[in-house]
């Protein structure tokens, strides 16, 4: 069973930075296309960065590129959204997704950024 969790959420002044973790459990990421996506009160879930094995280069929202890098440890069966300069629109809770597995979520992480 594959199994999502991330990490590493919490309440940050505008302008510092966090590193969100997720452990896949029950996945391999030999080949992969995994994604970090986040959702704000109120607002829809939107996709923020997205890595694939056979592509290779990230994929960067608009709203988030300069200031987030997505990176995979495949030793530690772990991707990492790193995330500086953020702002107060940044504040949301976060989730990482395997795009082959479209039903598996997990309970993600939350993200405040005070202005």
């Given at each position: 069973e594959?199994?999502?969790?991330?990490?590493?959420?919490?309440?940050?002044?505008?302008?510092?930075?966090l590193r969100l973790s997720c452990a896949a459990s029950?996945?391999?990421f030999g080949d992969y296309a995994i994604g970090w996506f986040r959702q704000a009160p109120g607002k829809e879930r939107?996709?923020?960065?997205?890595?694939?094995?056979?592509?290779?280069?990230?994929?960067y929202a608009d709203s988030v590129l300069g200031r987030f890098t997505i990176s995979v440890d495949n030793a530690k069966n772990t991707v990492?959204?790193?995330?500086n300069s953020l702002q107060h629109e940044d504040t949301a809770v976060y989730y990482c997704h395997l795009l082959a597995y479209p039903a598996i979520w997990g309970q993600g992480t939350q993200v405040t950024v005070s202005s």
């Open positions: 594959v199994q999502l969790v991330e990490s590493g959420g919490g309440l940050v002044q505008a302008g510092g930075s029950g996945f391999t939107e996709g923020i960065s997205c890595l694939s094995s056979s592509i290779g280069l990230p994929f990492y959204l790193q995330m």
